[in-house]
């Protein structure tokens, strides 16, 4: 893999207006459509985002006839003064390059403009910005793309030389270092006619003589990011004076050359070669190359993150952009789900902060992720722990029906509160339905006429935790139909209704709890008092290594937990938890809503794993492996 150095002048765009018309007879008038935009565009051969404003009298749609171009806002109105959006691949060649993008304008006009594209040889690229040398004496050369003539900055720095010896290398040279710590130079190559281009090499001489690591560029710094297609071989830099074994930790990451390594006496710039095969999946996965010397612990480790879509929708609190990049991220959240199609090969990626909602917003078949800081390239590389806030008075979630969903899409990283509408009669705070998974999320706070926790329906809830949830009328605080809720703490909520069902939770018909545990809720229902599982239907509900509380003593009974007696498939999959937090769940402060595991839980290490296969539950609430021990434990949270 090939890394370029920075270039310090940015890409330069060029706009000029230009009109096309089109008139035809209508009702003996002639109609005229017309359509102003930008033509002759001119970038740099960096990647980049630009827009090109545009003024129709019809609404537009643009499309382009090459592939280094995406144009991510492709339609717009009629009259309105719009901009077309659209993302340039850099530019890797020495050599311009043009395409056409074409602007439709429903069958009365097209209207058309080129975007050219510089290429590299006007600046100067180093196929590597970093050279690394152990403690011994060095030297190399490093090949220099360009085609303008270029002069150094220096000569020498800390015992390392740099010498041009054509337009096209530059070599380097290092005495043996002997001062017992690690030495660097920096040195750059600047064009003779413009002295604003340049681009810059680092040296490093370490302190050691045994020296394995991967050269890789600044960009790739975190770890490098591929696209869901796959790849073509791509190679990769290595730098080491040892023998090495280069190794996958996955099968669709392929190893296809390693170097040739005969003389381990002088440090070799070196590269292998690897190719990623398409992901099959919707989701993120990671996979790492390892160096390493068999023989001494020494070694480095690449990390690979492919993503299961092509393309990313940005939103962040304070937004004002069109979703393309962290950078030029959506503000609200309404219009970064909106910009998403259903079913599309998109996630929305939407960062820490509170986001109020004054409308139902509904959920498209797409993998939705909270949480972000904001500068994050890849999931993997979201904390967890931190959740994006929505906060609406009334109900402000929905996925709606669609049979055509045959795989999961996520809900993931969210916290759901500040629902107050104690007299709603519609069904649920969040409305899920036919493959609209919830993970990772916590909903709290919220006082609703009926499920006020949500209602779910042919899906899966997962690693999700409810809290301080009110419901007033009917039905039950959390209610699923047809739905696996795996890994749930549903805690601490009340059912005040006249014909509610259960303090926690009601189960329907058709419904499984897994490692799942209903504690402290109150039911002051005339269905179901004291009760903290209502079970809709005994024959057609499956419980499995669950924890539920059991009711409170009327007119002296224990009743049941399930309402009039009724009880799940398996009625072993369930054990009786005392109501006291010390002598049972031991969450560690129920009283401040901690709900993770204290030490000596009956909770830890008393889930089923095989039930977990194929469900996407790889980690906790907070991004704890979801299995610490041979067991996970129960709830949302796994004990470290």
């Not at 940015?10 to 007879?25: D, I, R």
């Not at 810059?200 to 890789?216: G, N, P, R, S, W």
């Not at 910009?339 to 993998?367: D, I, P, R, T």
Request: net charge negative; glycine share 10%; with cysteine.
């Amino acid at each position: 893999m090939k890394s370029y150095g920075k270039i310090l002048l940015g890409a330069a765009m060029l706009l000029m207006p230009f009109f096309f018309t089109s008139c035809v007879e209508e009702m003996g008038k002639p109609v005229c459509a017309e359509l102003e935009i930008q033509s002759d565009i001119f970038v740099g051969p960096e990647e980049g985002i630009y827009e090109a404003p545009l003024v129709s009298t019809y609404p537009w749609y643009a499309s382009t006839n090459v592939d280094w171009i995406k144009i991510t806002k492709n339609r717009g109105q009629a009259l309105l003064k719009e901009k077309l959006v659209f993302k340039v691949q850099a530019n890797k060649t020495l050599d311009v390059r043009e395409a056409t993008i074409y602007i439709k304008l429903m069958d009365q006009l097209t209207g058309e403009f080129i975007v050219r594209q510089n290429g590299q040889g006007e600046y100067i690229i180093l196929p590597i910005d970093k050279v690394y040398f152990n403690n011994q004496a060095s030297e190399h050369t490093v090949t220099v793309q360009t085609k303008v003539d270029w002069t150094l900055d220096k000569s020498q720095e800390n015992g390392i030389s740099f010498e041009k010896v054509d337009l096209n290398h530059l070599k380097i040279k290092s005495g043996a270092n002997s001062t017992g710590k690690e030495l660097s130079a920096s040195v750059n190559l600047t064009s003779v006619n413009n002295p604003e281009r340049k681009a810059t090499l680092t040296v490093f001489q370490k302190a050691e003589k045994d020296i394995i690591a991967f050269v890789v560029p600044e960009e790739d710094s975190r770890g490098k990011v591929v696209m869901k297609s796959g790849s073509k071989e791509t190679t990769l830099g290595i730098v080491l004076n040892k023998k090495v074994k280069i190794s996958s930790s996955a099968d669709w990451l392929r190893i296809v050359k390693t170097p040739l390594v005969d003389d381990v006496e002088i440090v070799q710039n070196v590269e292998m070669s690897y190719t990623v095969s398409e992901n099959p999946g919707k989701e993120e996965r990671t996979a790492y190359i390892t160096v390493q010397d068999e023989a001494s612990p020494v070694n480095d480790v690449y990390t690979i993150y492919q993503r299961g879509v092509e393309d990313i929708v940005y939103c962040k609190a304070g937004g004002t952009g069109d979703g393309t990049s962290w950078d030029r991220a959506y503000g609200n959240i309404i219009d970064a789900m909106n910009a998403c199609g259903h079913f599309a090969s998109q996630e929305l990626w939407v960062s820490e902060g509170e986001f109020e909602l004054s409308e139902v917003m509904v959920k498209k078949y797409v993998n939705v992720y909270g949480g972000f800081k904001g500068d994050e390239i890849a999931l993997a590389q979201r904390d967890q722990s931190k959740k994006t806030v929505l906060k609406g008075k009334q109900k402000f979630l929905a996925g709606y029906r669609m049979k055509e969903a045959v795989e999961d899409y996520y809900m993931d990283g969210f916290v759901i509160t500040g629902v107050n509408e104690p007299d709603a009669t519609h069904i649920g705070i969040i409305e899920f339905y036919d493959h609209h998974v919830l993970r990772n999320c916590i909903v709290r706070d919220n006082v609703y006429g009926k499920n006020a926790g949500g209602y779910f329906e042919n899906t899966k809830v997962i690693n999700c935790l409810f809290y301080n949830n009110h419901n007033t009328a009917s039905a039950g605080v959390v209610q699923f139909t047809n739905t696996d809720c795996v890994n749930c703490t549903i805690v601490g909520n009340k059912n005040t209704g006249d014909w509610g069902a259960g303090g926690g939770m009601r189960a329907a018909s058709g419904s499984r709890l897994i490692n799942t545990v209903v504690w402290g809720n109150l039911a002051t229902t005339k269905r179901a008092e004291n009760v903290q599982v209502y079970i809709d239907k005994s024959d057609d509900v499956e419980v499995v290594n669950c924890f539920f509380q059991m009711g409170l003593k009327k007119d002296g009974i224990t009743p049941a937990m399930f309402n009039d007696g009724n009880t799940p498939k398996g009625d072993k999959g369930y054990t009786v938890l005392a109501a006291d937090n010390a002598a049972g769940a031991r969450f560690v402060n129920p009283s401040a809503n901690d709900y993770s595991l204290g030490e000596g839980s009956v909770l830890i290490d008393a889930g089923n794993a095989e039930r977990l296969e194929g469900m996407a539950v790889y980690t906790d609430i907070v991004g704890n492996d979801r299995i610490i021990g041979g067991k996970p434990d129960v709830g949302a949270y796994e004990k470290k």
